[in-house]
């Protein structure tokens, strides 16, 4: 069965440093996403891109934050600037995007920033 | 802005019994719903999706019930079994972009 796959699993930081977090969504799909959770708290919309831009974003994806498709497959979420309260687990998710289709999520990626 | 609830934090069943998780939405204008399932150290795994053009949907033990009237949508799981251990999570969405995720549901399935 095709899933998302995201790498690295966990990440460890210091504050101030940049982290890339890499996805590869399911190959058919169109419309790419990332989520996070911060511990024991709600699933957050972060941001949706379609098309090679961002449809959607949240007020938390600020100017330090940034999502790009360098090639046909993977889908990378950029901080510049890493600060202590990025520390979350980030979910990486796509959907088919043949209109309001279930979105489908990796396994996350550990972001610990000290 | 949008706010998806739980009424309960955390649910113990005993194995073998139906599971109910119930969760509230507040924004009317969204109509598409779906529960997740939420294992330890993991992404959150589809379960069950529901259109607002419907009110009851069934799956394989499951079945999602969802009432417009009362903004209300519940998870109803048959024969809870001890890989049902999980935190369940209810989403809405109302535009094409974005779901709002809930607060989210422990089930504790008791052998």
């Known amino acids: 069965e095709p899933e998302v796959t995201q790498t690295p699993s966990h990440q460890v930081t210091q504050m101030g440093q940049e982290v890339i977090l890499r996805c590869v969504p399911i190959s058919n799909h169109l419309y790419f996403y990332w989520y996070r959770q911060i511990l024991g708290q709600k699933v957050e919309f972060l941001v949706s891109f379609y098309n090679n831009e961002i449809s959607e974003k949240s007020e938390i994806f600020d100017d330090q934050f940034s999502v790009e498709r360098p090639d046909g497959s993977n889908f990378t979420l950029k901080i510049r600037s890493t600060k202590l309260e990025d520390s979350a687990m980030y979910f990486c998710?796509?959907?088919?995007?043949?209109?309001?289709?279930?979105?489908?999520f990796g396994s996350g990626t550990q972001l610990s920033v000290l | 802005g949008e706010s998806v609830g739980l009424h309960l934090p955390t649910l113990s069943v005993q194995e073998g019994d139906n599971s109910i998780i119930n969760c509230a939405y507040s924004n009317s204008a969204s109509d598409y719903f779906i529960w997740y399932k939420q294992e330890s150290g993991k992404g959150p795994q589809f379960i069950i999706d529901i259109r607002s053009n419907m009110d009851k949907r069934q799956g394989q033990r499951v079945t999602v019930l969802l009432n417009k009237t009362v903004k209300h949508l519940s998870l109803q799981i048959a024969a809870t079994q001890p890989g049902d251990s999980a935190v369940y999570f209810c989403a809405e969405n109302n535009n094409f972009n974005k779901f709002y995720f809930g607060s989210g549901t422990k089930l504790n399935v008791k052998p």
């Open positions: 998710a796509s959907s088919s995007g043949t209109g309001k289709e279930k979105l489908f």
